[in-house]
C-alpha cells in the first residue's frame, strides 16, 4: 500500500487528507501534526457556558469549496448564517454605519456614501471621478493601496478598504497584493471605472436567487475540524508529532524524520505547515531548492489577539445592533476590530448578557501579545469604554494569541508562490508545498488548496 504523508494537521492538510482517503482508497495517508490538536488556527472551546470560536468563526459561503466540503461530510444541516448584516466603522471616535453597496470596502452607491458621513464630501467627490472612465490599465498585479488611491482617492482607502482589509488578514492594505488578497477588486482593476466594473457584476449577479455570504456553525468552526478528522482512519491524524526533516530515498520515496519518534517513508508529502516550518523542510531536502526556502523565510507574517469578553448589556452605552465594527490605524486604538458576536450569530444571543470577540495587534504591531492578559483585556476594555461606552469590568474574558499566524501577501506574490511550488515539485515529484502561506486565507481557500494538493499526489501516485 503507498503512503502519503501531510505534514500540517490544518484546514488545508486535513482536506488533502480526506480527498486521498476518498479518492484513493488504496493509499495510506498519515498526518503530522506539531500541535496538541488538529485546526491550526480553527478553534472552538467553551466561554461563558457557550461554544465560542477562538479565532475565525464563519467562512465565505458564496466561495463553493468550503461548503462542498461540507455536503461530502454530511454536515451541511448544520451551517448557519449571521443574523445580521450591517456593521459599524470607528470614524472621528463616533461609531457609523457602514453604506449599503460596498465590496471589500470599494462604495459602488455613492449617495449612500454620502450620506453616511463616513467620507467628507471632497471624499466623495473624489471617489466620484472614477466614474469618468479615465483608469489606464495596471498591467500586473499591484497593491491594494496603489489600485483604490489611485482610482478613488485617499480618503475612501483610508476610511472603508484599509479597516475591512486589513480586518481580514491584519495587515497593511496599501501593500497588500491585489490578486492574493483581493481577488474581487483583482478581477476589475484593469477596467476604466472601478465602480462601473463593480456595478456591473452586480447587476449580472441581481438575476440569481441571492444566497448568504458567510456561514459558520452552532457548535463552532472546529465542527469542520471534528468531521475531518472522524472522516479518516482513526490512526491517521498523529497530534504531537513535529516533523524535523524530509529526505529523498534511494529509488524513489522520502523519508520523513518526526521528533522523539520513528522515521516514516512515503511515496509522496503534502507540506501543509506555515512557510518558516516549510523553509528550513525544503532546505534539508535539497541544497539546490535554497531560493525556494529563502523566499518562504522571508514571507512576513502578522500576530494578533483575540479577546473574547462576556459583558452585560446593561453596562453598554451602544446598542449592539449590527455585527460589530472596524477600527481603522488612524483612531490610533489598541482594538482593530469588535464583533458583537452574540448579535451576529441567533445562537450565541442571550437577553441581557454579550458576548463580544476582540481584535488586537496587526502587522508591525505585536504590542498588544506581549501585554499579560489582566493588562490587554485592561487596554481592551478602556477602548471599549470609549468607543461602547461600557462600564466596569466585564463578567468573562479569555485571551488567545496567535502568532505569526496571518501571512502577508505583496503584489506578485502567487506568481512567487507558484515558481516556489512548481521548483520544488520539478526537484523531487511527489513533494507538493501548500497551505495559507502560498494561494488564499480563509477556509474556502484553504479547501481548494487542499483538493489541488490532493489531486496532483493523486495522479503522481497512479503513474
Given at each position: 500500500m503507498a503512503r502519503v504523508v501531510i505534514v500540517g494537521g490544518g484546514i488545508t492538510g486535513l482536506a488533502a487528507a480526506h480527498r486521498i482517503h476518498r479518492d484513493h482508497p488504496d493509499v495510506e495517508v498519515v498526518v503530522l501534526e506539531a500541535g496538541e490538536r488538529p485546526g491550526g488556527l480553527v478553534s472552538t472551546t467553551p466561554f461563558d457556558g457557550l461554544a465560542?470560536?477562538?479565532?475565525?468563526d464563519a467562512f465565505l459561503a458564496r466561495v463553493p469549496e468550503a461548503v462542498a466540503l461540507c455536503t461530502e461530510l454530511g454536515i451541511a444541516d448544520q451551517l448557519v448564517h449571521p443574523a445580521v448584516g450591517s456593521a459599524l466603522v470607528l470614524s472621528g471616535g463616533v461609531l457609523r454605519r457602514l453604506p449599503g453597496g460596498l465590496v471589500l470596502g470599494v462604495p459602488t452607491d455613492l449617495e449612500a456614501l454620502e450620506a453616511s458621513?463616513?467620507?467628507s464630501p471632497a471624499g466623495v467627490a473624489r471617489a466620484r471621478m472614477d466614474l469618468e472612465g479615465r483608469g489606464a490599465p495596471f498591467g500586473g498585479d499591484v497593491s491594494v493601496g496603489e489600485l483604490v488611491r489611485t482610482r478613488l482617492g485617499d480618503e475612501v482607502m483610508d476610511a472603508l478598504v484599509a479597516?475591512?482589509?486589513?480586518?481580514?488578514n491584519a495587515g497593511d492594505a496599501d501593500a497588500l497584493s491585489v490578486a492574493a488578497g483581493a481577488p474581487q477588486l483583482a478581477a476589475v482593476a484593469d477596467a476604466p471605472s472601478l465602480i462601473a466594473a463593480l456595478r456591473a457584476e452586480a447587476s449580472a449577479a441581481a438575476g440569481?436567487?441571492?444566497?448568504?455570504?458567510f456561514a459558520g456553525f452552532p457548535t463552532g468552526t472546529a465542527t469542520l475540524v471534528d468531521a475531518l478528522v472522524g472522516a479518516l482512519d482513526p490512526a491517521s491524524v498523529r497530534t504531537g508529532s513535529p516533523v524535523t526533516g524530509i529526505t529523498a530515498t534511494v529509488g524513489g520515496g522520502f523519508s520523513i524524520e518526526v521528533a522523539a519518534a520513528d522515521t516514516l517513508t512515503a511515496e509522496a508529502v503534502i507540506v501543509a505547515a506555515p512557510a518558516h516550518a516549510t523553509a528550513s523542510l525544503v532546505a534539508g531536502l535539497d541544497t539546490g531548492l535554497g531560493g525556494v526556502a529563502d523566499g518562504l523565510a522571508t514571507l512576513e507574517w502578522a500576530s494578533v489577539a483575540m479577546v473574547t469578553l462576556a459583558v452585560n448589556t446593561d453596562d453598554?452605552?451602544?446598542p449592539l445592533d449590527a455585527s460589530g465594527y472596524l477600527v481603522p490605524v488612524a483612531e490610533r486604538a489598541t482594538v482593530t476590530a469588535v464583533s458583537f458576536a452574540s448579535t451576529k450569530w441567533a445562537h450565541l444571543h442571550r437577553p441581557g448578557r454579550?458576548?463580544?470577540?476582540?481584535?488586537?495587534?496587526?502587522?508591525g504591531d505585536a504590542s498588544p501579545l506581549d501585554l499579560d492578559d489582566e493588562s490587554l483585556v485592561a487596554a481592551v476594555c478602556t477602548?471599549?469604554?470609549?468607543q461602547l461606552g461600557l462600564r466596569g469590568r466585564p463578567a468573562g474574558w479569555r485571551v488567545n494569541r496567535w502568532r505569526d499566524a496571518l501571512p502577508q501577501y505583496r503584489p506578485g506574490h502567487l506568481e512567487r508562490a507558484a515558481a516556489w511550488q512548481r521548483d520544488t515539485w520539478a526537484a523531487h515529484p511527489g513533494v507538493w508545498l501548500t497551505g495559507a502561506s502560498f494561494a488564499g486565507l480563509g477556509l474556502p481557500a484553504c479547501v481548494r488548496q487542499g483538493n489541488e494538493a490532493a489531486r496532483r499526489v493523486g495522479d503522481h501516485l497512479s503513474r
Open positions: 465560542v470560536d477562538a479565532a475565525a458621513g463616513i467620507v479597516p475591512l482589509l486589513g480586518g481580514v440569481s436567487a441571492p444566497t448568504p455570504v453598554l452605552d451602544h454579550a458576548v463580544l470577540r476582540v481584535s488586537a495587534g496587526h502587522a477602548d471599549l469604554a470609549s
